[in-house]
């Protein structure tokens, strides 16, 4: 005797032995509709369906039959055959929008993204791994390299106001140089700390800073000939003190 399996989701699952215990009079309709999410017409239906085909009767017709939009597998073929040839450095999408440009291949990102996948070409975030930054080891003369940023806290509690912490520190020593509170971390409070820094320890040959607005231009603008620099910047030019910010081509390091 040939007994026949099933292939039931869980969802499918959940269905038949709600609609069996309704049968079996453990529930009342209403209740297994309410369970169900579902109409007492479709329960009633559904019931009907049970009694008649039995439990294969509630599974989906669809499962194990090839989607109506399924593309052929001769065109699954090709196009990976040019992802790999032309475009074996592009992301699923830009690789989607050069198909159908250039090769006249109309494939959803989504479906080039999963056949890339497959195939080889394309890791997602999570199988990429996290990015490895090339590392800088810390300069080698005191004073050559001084980090300047700002913390802003109540550093007073209850005593005073909420205020800002402004950090010197030296690059090669990690020695902390000049502290300096100030209202806020703005421009101005910079330039006097930054005085009182080379009043006491003399001119550095370069500031790393975060990407505060106060030290990098966010928008520059097109038409401008020279590098854009902030009103911090342009007092450092004036000092020939060069300033770095953090993620720019020159501070592609991690502090050791």
């Not at 009767?57 to 073929?77: E, F």
């Not at 050559?144 to 020593?173: M, N, Y």
Request: proline share 4%; hydrophobic share 35%.
């Amino acid at each position: 005797m040939l007994m026949k399996v099933l292939s039931v989701s869980e969802r499918e699952i959940s269905r038949i032995d709600t609609l069996g215990r309704v049968l079996e009079g453990r529930l009342t309709i209403v209740r297994g509709a309410d369970i169900l999410s579902l109409s007492r017409r479709q329960v009633h239906r559904l019931l009907a369906t049970l009694q008649r085909d039995g439990p294969s009767g509630l599974v989906s017709k669809k499962r194990g039959r090839t989607s109506n939009r399924a593309h052929s597998t001769a065109l699954r073929q090709h196009a990976l055959a040019l992802v790999r040839e032309h475009y074996s450095d592009f992301g699923p999408t830009l690789a989607a929008e050069k198909l159908l440009e250039l090769h006249s291949m109309r494939i959803g990102r989504e479906t080039l993204r999963l056949w890339m996948k497959d195939a080889g070409l394309w890791l997602t975030r999570r199988d990429r791994g996290p990015r490895i930054q090339q590392p800088r080891y810390r300069r080698d003369c005191y004073g050559e390299l001084v980090q300047i940023d700002g913390s802003t806290h109540h550093w007073f509690e209850d005593r005073g106001p909420k205020c800002t912490l402004l950090v010197f520190i030296d690059d090669a020593t990690s020695q902390l140089q000049h502290l300096q509170f100030a209202a806020s971390e703005s421009a101005f409070d910079y330039m006097r700390a930054t005085r009182a820094y080379v009043d006491q320890h003399g001119k550095p040959v370069a500031f790393y800073s975060d990407k505060h607005g106060i030290f990098r231009v966010y928008k520059p603008s097109r038409k401008a000939e020279q590098p854009p620099m902030t009103q911090f910047g342009r007092a450092l030019a004036e000092l020939n003190i060069d300033i770095i910010c953090a993620n720019s081509s020159q501070a592609n390091f991690v502090i050791l």
